[in-house]
């Protein structure tokens, strides 16, 4: 069995040959921790996780290294952090609003069967260090003298022209993007592509003293000082969701080719595909923004997850209430068999592996769960499902509707005194539990996110 994967670098599928089988690396793009994740952010998540799992398959659990940074430092963090906590000095506010989301988040994705990764590091920890450890300024520094970025007015900016093969990742030329980008003119930029490694923080905003002043990372530095801190200028993996090709990706990988002179960064570059919901994209306004922890209050963790896992993850994937029922009924049934239990050895199945082998062919994997289902190979098939972090699905509590209706009277008591901060409060409060509110001519209503 060969394992292969899809690299978008190259946009072939290609036999998958590890730099050092007894130390594989991969590296995929955390969450930026402002607010809870939400079900387009669990795919790279779960995605990820089954690859985790199969790599430690193949290479031994020792062998493999799984680094999923969190963003911790960020203008949305600051933002929120002033609304939330407006009475709160903005340093402590945004302590907070990183703590608390960063806690929701790992207790997310552990309901949702995954395995912490190697390490899970902060961005605010690789600024600037001082054990020797490879850190943002750093890095920063070594593309100023390498000539691929420059200082100024307080901000560094890498210089894209003086990388020849700048947009190979995204397949297109520098001329191609510039024409199609939403790109920020600066006065002190020398191309409007060339982006932002570093920039000045206002006295109460975060920020560290550096040779440019006073200031904060930009986005895409921080998981170049972190791979290359933790799995060295050259791993093996780099993956995320496909929005992150371009910028992020194509940027990281330019930063970091360019401070060590090397020609790659990782050797296979690999993207999910998006998720909506009932066919549209997920947005706030349009009412079907689904948070992982809403769908937990309905759905057990194991379903969202095999759910996740029916579509291919390059393919788009429709998040619907059909689809979750139908992998509620399906995984209910492929556990229910002598013998079964959520404990025991973990180990695939040959079958599946063959499946999973080709470029992480889940739905494959699935149709494999069916044959050794019918074929009665109840050992293989539990045996598969643990090595997956799959169990039989878990009854879910279901919403106490009383205090549903206690809640919503104490929102609107505290809409009428005008205090909407604790509106608000109230209204997450209710959302963490599942339930949406509407607010309209006949007061206000309620259901179940689904
Ligand atoms: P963000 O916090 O937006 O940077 O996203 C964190 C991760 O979730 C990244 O890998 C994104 O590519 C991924 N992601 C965000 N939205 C979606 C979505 N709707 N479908 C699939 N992946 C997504
Ligand atoms: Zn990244």
Same mark, same amino acid.
């Given at each position: 069995?060969?394992?292969?994967?899809?690299?978008?670098?190259?946009?072939?599928?290609?036999?998958?040959?590890?730099?050092?089988?007894?130390?594989?690396?991969?590296?995929?793009?955390?969450?930026?921790?402002?607010?809870?994740?939400?079900?387009?952010?669990?795919?790279?998540?779960?995605?990820?996780?089954?690859?985790?799992?199969?790599?430690?398959?193949?290479?031994?659990?020792?062998?493999?290294?799984?680094?999923?940074?969190?963003?911790?430092?960020?203008?949305?963090?600051?933002?929120?952090?002033?609304?939330?906590?407006?009475?709160?000095?903005?340093?402590?506010?945004?302590?907070?609003?990183?703590?608390?989301?960063?806690?929701?988040?790992?207790?997310?994705?552990?309901?949702?069967?995954?395995?912490?990764?190697?390490?899970?590091?902060?961005?605010?920890?690789?600024?600037?260090?001082?054990?020797?450890?490879?850190?943002?300024?750093?890095?920063?520094?070594?593309?100023?003298?390498?000539?691929?970025?420059?200082?100024?007015?307080?901000?560094?900016?890498?210089?894209?022209?003086?990388?020849?093969?700048?947009?190979?990742?995204?397949?297109?030329?520098?001329?191609?993007?510039?024409?199609?980008?939403?790109?920020?003119?600066?006065?002190?930029?020398?191309?409007?592509?060339?982006?932002?490694?570093?920039?000045?923080?206002?006295?109460?905003?975060?920020?560290?003293?550096?040779?440019?002043?006073?200031?904060?990372?930009?986005?895409?530095?921080?998981?170049?000082?972190?791979?290359?801190?933790?799995?060295?200028?050259?791993?093996?993996?780099?993956?995320?969701?496909?929005?992150?090709?371009?910028?992020?990706?194509?940027?990281?990988?330019?930063?970091?080719?360019?401070?060590?002179?090397?020609?790659?960064?990782?050797?296979?570059?690999?993207?999910?595909?998006?998720? !909506? =919901?009932?066919?549209? *994209?997920?947005?706030?306004?349009? /009412?079907?923004?689904?948070?992982? #922890?809403?769908?937990? %209050?309905?759905?057990?963790?194991?379903?969202?997850?095999?759910?996740?896992?029916?579509?291919?993850?390059?393919?788009?994937?429709?998040?619907?209430?059909?689809?979750?029922?139908?992998?509620?009924?399906?995984?209910?049934?492929?556990?229910?068999?002598?013998?079964?239990?959520?404990?025991?050895?973990?180990?695939?199945?040959?079958?599946?592996?063959?499946?999973?082998?080709?470029?992480?062919?889940?739905?494959?994997?699935?149709?494999?769960?069916?044959?050794?289902?019918?074929?009665?190979?109840?050992?293989?098939?539990?045996?598969?499902?643990?090595?997956?972090?799959?169990?039989?699905?878990?009854?879910?509590? !279901? =919403?106490?509707?009383? *205090?549903?209706?206690?809640?919503? /009277?104490?929102?609107?008591?505290? #809409?009428?005194?005008? %205090?909407?901060?604790?509106?608000?409060?109230?209204?997450?409060?209710?959302?963490?539990?599942?339930?949406?509110?509407?607010?309209?001519?006949?007061?206000?209503?309620?259901?179940?996110?689904?």
């Amino acid at each position: 069995m060969e394992l292969k994967l899809y690299n978008t670098l190259t946009r072939t599928k290609e036999p998958f040959r590890p730099l050092d089988p007894g130390n594989v690396r991969m590296y995929v793009c955390g969450p930026t921790v402002y607010d809870f994740a939400h079900i387009g952010n669990a795919r790279p998540v779960i995605v990820f996780d089954v690859l985790y799992r199969l790599l430690r398959h193949l290479y031994g659990a020792d062998h493999v290294k799984y680094i999923r940074n969190i963003t911790d430092v960020d203008d949305k963090i600051n933002a929120r952090a002033a609304e939330e906590y407006s009475g709160l000095p903005l340093n402590d506010a945004i302590r907070r609003v990183t703590e608390k989301t960063e806690r929701q988040f790992h207790e997310d994705v552990a309901a949702l069967g995954c395995l912490a990764p190697t390490d899970q590091p902060r961005a605010t920890e690789y600024v600037r260090r001082t054990d020797g450890t490879l850190d943002m300024v750093t890095l920063i520094q070594k593309l100023i003298d390498h000539g691929n970025a420059y200082a100024k007015e307080g901000h560094v900016l890498f210089r894209v022209d003086s990388m020849p093969d700048y947009g190979k990742l995204a397949g297109r030329s520098l001329d191609e993007m510039i024409a199609g980008a939403r790109v920020e003119i600066a006065p002190f930029k020398e191309n409007p592509m060339d982006f932002v490694l570093w920039k000045p923080s206002s006295e109460n905003e975060p920020g560290w003293e550096s040779p440019w002043g006073r200031g904060r990372p930009g986005w895409h530095i921080e998981c170049s000082a972190m791979s290359a801190a933790l799995l060295g200028k050259e791993f093996d993996i780099h993956g995320g969701g496909i929005d992150l090709v371009f910028p992020h990706h194509e940027n990281e990988l330019a930063q970091t080719r360019c401070a060590f002179h090397s020609d790659r960064m990782a050797q296979v570059w690999m993207h999910n595909g998006f998720l !909506q =919901v009932e066919g549209a *994209k997920m947005s706030k306004s349009l /009412g079907n923004f689904l948070t992982i #922890r809403q769908l937990l %209050d309905v759905w057990p963790g194991e379903v969202l997850r095999f759910n996740m896992l029916r579509t291919h993850y390059r393919q788009p994937l429709d998040w619907t209430a059909t689809g979750l029922e139908e992998s509620r009924v399906t995984l209910r049934s492929l556990t229910d068999i002598p013998g079964y239990s959520d404990e025991g050895a973990a180990k695939f199945a040959p079958s599946v592996l063959d499946a999973l082998a080709d470029d992480l062919n889940t739905p494959q994997a699935i149709t494999e769960l069916h044959v050794l289902h019918k074929r009665g190979e109840h050992e293989a098939l539990a045996a598969t499902l643990r090595a997956f972090g799959l169990r039989r699905p878990q009854n879910v509590t !279901q =919403v106490d509707s009383g *205090k549903v209706d206690t809640l919503i /009277g104490a929102r609107n008591a505290a #809409r009428k005194a005008k %205090d909407f901060k604790k509106a608000d409060e109230i209204r997450d409060e209710l959302a963490s539990m599942g339930v949406v509110i509407k607010d309209g001519p006949q007061g206000t209503t309620w259901e179940l996110a689904r």
